[in-house]
Structures are given as structure tokens and as C-alpha cells.
T-cell receptor, first 112, second 110 residues
Framework: DTEVTQTPKHLVMGMTNKKSLKCEQH?????MYWYKQKAKKPPELMFV???????INESVPSRFSPECPNSSLLNLHLHALQPEDSALYLC???????????FGPGTRLTVL | QQPVQSPQAVILREGEDAVINCSSS?????VHWYRQKHGEAPVFLMI?????EQKGHEKISASFNEKKQQSSLYLTASQLSYSGTYFC???????????FGTGTRLTIIP
């Protein structure tokens, strides 16, 4: 099983809203990632969690707040976003054994 | 720094072959290849971990030239299902993150 799940699939929010994106994997992977992808561009790394600890923050604005409650779950809390934050948000997890990295289906976020 | 892929876009007829290249300015530990269809997430194709390593997956294979800091993806006898944007993701030593290349849009026509 190489499945990473994400909810919701689509999200529309206003600039004053607070929302959360959720990611789950049950492959026993110890590294989990958040990426942001704009149309016709490659995925851009936002955060890396390794063994449930934040190991990389790619200078992401504080209106994005990641959380790793346990080894299977990864959340991304959103607050006071801007319209330019509209994008596809991808979660991924990586095997420490063979280094293969798998993406979830993504959450399409629209900020009005 | 972002790896550079070439070509940016290519159109092929079904059954033709294609090569997609990925070049990095840094010494690489691994190269990952993904295909992404419009509106979907990237799908993992393969990972190359050692210099000179070649891997195959049905009619899709790849090579990794560690000295040249390059990788190439080979698609033979292309099928309509191969259409999409291909990204390489590179990883440097001691760094657990992938940096994705500029992407190559592949269109297969009947």
C-alpha cells in the first residue's frame, strides 16, 4: 500500500477564515512533507517533518502553521491567507528504507 | 538551485521514443522521477540512488550520471497514457528534501 490521503479535496476560504488541511499515511514512513504547487509550476517545498519533529521550514509565512500529532498524521493550519496563496497543496511521505517518496492527491485551495 | 529539464515540451506520435534530461548544478545523492497529469498529484515513477545506476519500469527507464550531475528519463514506444508533465526531483547529500526541476510537458498524439 503506497497511499497518502488528504482532506479536503477542495477548499474555498475567505481571508479572515481559519481552516486546516489534513494528511494521513499508514506506511510507517517517518518523513512527511508539505508542498505548494501553482499552475504549470513544479511543487515547492514548504515543510519537512522527520520523526514527528519539524526539520525544515522553507521560510514559509506564519499564516501557514504545520502540526504533526503522530507519525501517521500531518496537518497544515491556515489563517489570514491571501488570494495569492491559492494553489494545490500536496502532502508527501517518504520511506526511510528505499527513499521512495509518494504524494497524496492534494487539496485545491482557493482564497477569496 | 532548481534543476533544469530539457526539453520544456515535446509532442510525439504514439509509438515514438522520447528522452527527458535533468541537470543540476550541485552534486547529487539521488534523483526521483514523477509524472503529473493535469489536475492530479505527481505520481512516483522511480528513484536512482547510485551514480551510473539505471532503472526500468515497463517501457520507461532512467539513468543517473553522478559525475555530470545529470539524469535522463527514456520513454520507448510511447503510449497515450504517457502524456503529462514529467518532473525530476533531486536530493543533495545530507539533505532530506527534494528540489523539483522545471518540468517537461509531454503530449502523445494518436
Amino acid at each position: 500500500d503506497t497511499e497518502v490521503t488528504q482532506t479536503p479535496k477542495h477548499l474555498v476560504m475567505g481571508m479572515t477564515n481559519k481552516k486546516s488541511l489534513k494528511c494521513e499515511q499508514h506506511m510507517g514512513h517517518r518523513a512527511m512533507y508539505w508542498y505548494k504547487q501553482k499552475a504549470k509550476k513544479p511543487p515547492e517545498l514548504m515543510f519537512v517533518y522527520s520523526y514527528e519533529k519539524l526539520s525544515i521550514n522553507e521560510s514559509v509565512p506564519s499564516r501557514f502553521s504545520p502540526e504533526c500529532p503522530n507519525s501517521s498524521l500531518l496537518n497544515l493550519h491556515l489563517h489570514a491567507l491571501q488570494p495569492e496563496d491559492s494553489a494545490l497543496y500536496l502532502c508527501a511521505s517518504r520511506s526511510s528504507g528505499n527513499n521512495e517518496q509518494f504524494f497524496g492527491p492534494g487539496t485545491r485551495l482557493t482564497v477569496l | 538551485q532548481q534543476p533544469v529539464q530539457s526539453p520544456q515540451a515535446v509532442i510525439l506520435r504514439e509509438g515514438e521514443d522520447a528522452v527527458i534530461n535533468c541537470s543540476s548544478s550541485k552534486a547529487l545523492y539521488s534523483v526521483h522521477w514523477y509524472r503529473q497529469k493535469h489536475g492530479e498529484a505527481p505520481v512516483f515513477l522511480m528513484i536512482l540512488l547510485k551514480g551510473g545506476e539505471q532503472k526500468g519500469h515497463e517501457k520507461i527507464s532512467a539513468s543517473f550520471n553522478e559525475k555530470k550531475q545529470q539524469s535522463s528519463l527514456y520513454l520507448t514506444a510511447s503510449q497515450l497514457s504517457y502524456s503529462g508533465t514529467y518532473f525530476c526531483g533531486t536530493e543533495t547529500f545530507g539533505n532530506e528534501k527534494l528540489t523539483f526541476g522545471t518540468g517537461t510537458r509531454l503530449t502523445i498524439i494518436p
